[in-house]
């Protein structure tokens, strides 16, 4: 169904990009963890090199507090 048909070609094209999006999501929380464990950036530096949200950040750091 999903090669056979326009709607489930936009589907199947979605979801990869779905993916595409988390996997890279994941990478980028991974350099801010390492960015907070060398403990020399400050969260605007490492908000503006991983693209992501100050909010995201300090979830992150609370988390790896705990």
């Known amino acids: 169904f999903f090669k056979e048909s ?6 199947m094209c ?3 990009e779905d993916m595409r999006n988390q996997t890279l999501k ?3 929380k991974e350099v801010a ?9 400050a ?3 490492i ?8 909010e995201e950040v300090k979830q992150l750091k609370a ?3 705990a």
Request: charge should be negative; proline fraction near 0%.
């Open 6 to 11: 326009k709607e489930g070609i936009e589907i």
């Open 14 to 16: 979605r979801a990869m």
């Open 26 to 28: 994941e990478g980028m």
């Open 33 to 41: 963890l390492r960015m907070l464990a060398a403990d020399k950036y």
């Open 43 to 45: 969260l605007e530096e």
């Open 47 to 54: 908000v503006n090199i991983s693209g992501l949200s100050l």
């Open 63 to 65: 988390d790896r507090s």
